[in-house]
């Protein structure tokens, strides 16, 4: 887990402080400041959008791979998606894969929801099912935040192209962003133990269940929700008059407008709260 020697080889997996601060800064040390465009999901984790806007380059939402990719510098995926927890296919990523080769544009995946699939398994984008022989063009940005509940400790990763991680590791050892000893240590320690992940996925799983049918229950509809922390959740309304329909209940959501035009008619639910929280819920949407 440690970063390389400056004078020796640098590895294909580096830590970082968090995924955060990768996201938003990600366009700047990748040298892309200043010209082109980052193509970000439709609906999205808005730190996608502001490290473009950090970075002074454009920023295009779509979900496919389009057909003009003048001026396109960079591409960010993620899935599981947050908030609607959509997973993308093989066959999406593996076009996805496909565009960016093809025109010289690295393809980023935000995996950090990776081990929550609740209906599909999520797969990665440096699988070799996806990504072939080599990880060229390619990188994936995790994190122990979710699987190890492990937020306050700033725990991510970056892996895939070396080219493109060492480019990374470059700017980010002389911008003083290296993760402490002893973060990695309990990095080490939590990447080597799978069971505290079982067990933190089967308790998020328990939740899952009993929230979302109450939600139905409540004439609500969830869309995606297969994987991840969160419910989409719609009653095909404008997001602001689900949010005070759910207020006046005494929960609070976050409205879909928040990431981007597309989620306008939905809200965010979250499995992050306390299993008597979530209880409380359910039973406020009952009554």
Known sequence: MRLADPLGAVPSVIPTVGSKELVALLPTMLGLRGAGTVLIPEVAYPTYEVGGVLAGLGVRRTDTPPEDAAGVVLVWLNSPGNPHGRV?????????VAWGRAHGVPVVADECYATLGWD???RSILHPEVAGEDHGG????????????AAGYRAGLLSGDPALVRQVWEVRRHLGLLVPTPVQSAMAAALADDAHVD?????????????AAAVRAAGARIDHSEAGLYLWVTRDEDCWTTIDWLAARGI???PGSFYGPAGGRHV???LTATDERISAAVERLAG
């Not at 390619?138 to 509940?149: E, G, M, P, R, W």
């Open 88 to 96: 993308l296919t093989d066959d999406e990523l593996r076009a996805w």
């Open 120 to 122: 599909v398994e999520p």
């Open 138 to 149: 390619l990188l994936a940005v995790h994190s122990l935040s979710k699987q190890s509940t």
């Open 199 to 211: 067990e933190q996925r089967e308790r998020y799983r328990a939740r899952r269940d009993r929230l």
């Open 252 to 254: 609070v959501a976050a």
């Open 268 to 270: 965010r639910m979250a």
